[in-house]
């Protein structure tokens, strides 16, 4: 969490931000999975309210400045996913983020684009919001979106009540 004393909640309405709805799936699969005590989300693209915020290739028709606050929206998405499964408050660690980007042939800032994402995550759950990342460039995405992220997180143990 960010903080001692912060949530995740608390966090998020710091910045500004409300966790939207899940983006639902656009093929065959679940925005996010439990596996023991990791979370798995799915590729989350920059839908805002439904709709792709951009599309295109970040270096052509996307300013790669736009496409750091794409990844940003990708992230809050991926975190929307998380907390369909698990309480964000659960979130001990963000483990790993892999982050897309539809790169015109030229571009190679990538890096730069997916530190939307893993900002967002860091100013939300502080240290544990730190993790360990790819930024790969590739030619498409879905929907011709110009970033897609996925992450993992591992969560804290669930308390459970054994009857005295």
Excluded: W
Excluded at 4 to 33: I, K, M, Q, W
Excluded at 70 to 84: D, E, M, Q, T, W
Excluded at 114 to 142: D, M
């Amino acid at each position: 969490m960010a903080g001692s004393a912060e949530t995740a909640a608390e966090a998020l309405a710091r910045l500004g931000l409300e966790l939207p709805a899940v983006v639902p799936p656009l093929a065959a699969y679940h925005p996010a999975v439990v596996s023991g005590e990791y979370v798995y989300t799915s590729g989350q693209l920059p839908m805002v309210d439904g709709a792709l915020a951009a599309t295109g290739k970040v270096g052509a028709e996307v300013d790669p400045d736009r496409a750091y606050e794409l990844a940003r929206i990708c992230a809050l998405n991926a975190l929307a996913a998380v907390a369909s499964v698990a309480p964000l408050d659960r979130v001990v660690q963000i483990v790993k983020v892999v982050g897309f980007v539809a790169s015109a042939p030229e571009f190679t800032g990538q890096p730069k684009v997916v530190n939307g994402a893993s900002e967002l995550l860091g100013e939300v759950f502080g240290e544990a919001g730190t993790h360990a990342r790819s930024a790969v460039g590739v030619s498409v995405l879905p929907l011709d979106a110009p970033v897609e992220v996925e992450l993992v997180a591992r969560l804290a143990p669930s308390v459970k009540t054994v009857p005295v």
